[in-house]
Nanobody, 128 residues
Framework: QVQLEESGGGLVEPGGSLRLSCAAS????????IGWFRQAPGKEREFVGH????????KYADFLYGRFTISRDNAANTVYLQMDSLEPEDTAAYYC?????????????????????WGQGTQVTVSS
């Protein structure tokens, strides 16, 4: 079983940046692809991005327009979500999720139902 813990959330002004971390522990956490999702008040949870188990490729939600970047350090069992040019509309609880995949997997998982494990979330508030 994998345990996931997000950190790095907080209050930031519009146009600012934050870097979220998703620390994984448990059985061989680098056997998992990682997705990021977010949920704003009164809205459904939505896909933000996904990074392959290998870390060689990523996929992002179209609405991000290249403002976010996902990376991973498998040696440190940590995945990062770098968020730049933040907007008030980015205010949400951000969650990371893990999906067990085989080593050569290159498929990007964008649906919540695809994931096996979830963190508790970290709040990001973008406001002046």
């Amino acid at each position: 079983q994998v345990q996931l813990e997000e950190s790095g959330g907080g209050l930031v002004e519009p146009g600012g940046s934050l870097r979220l971390s998703c620390a994984a522990s448990g059985v061989t956490s680098n056997h998992y692809a990682i997705g990021w999702f977010r949920q704003a008040p009164g809205k459904e949870r939505e896909f933000v991005g996904h990074i392959l188990r290998s870390g060689l490729n990523t996929k992002y939600a179209d609405f991000l327009y290249g403002r976010f970047t996902i990376s991973r350090d498998n040696a440190a069992n940590t995945v990062y979500l770098q968020m730049d040019s933040l907007e008030p509309e980015d205010t949400a609880a951000y969650y990371c999720a893990a999906k067990s995949v085989y080593s050569g997997n290159s498929f990007f998982y964008t649906e919540q139902e695809d994931y096996d494990y979830w963190g508790q979330g970290t709040q990001v508030t973008v406001s002046s």
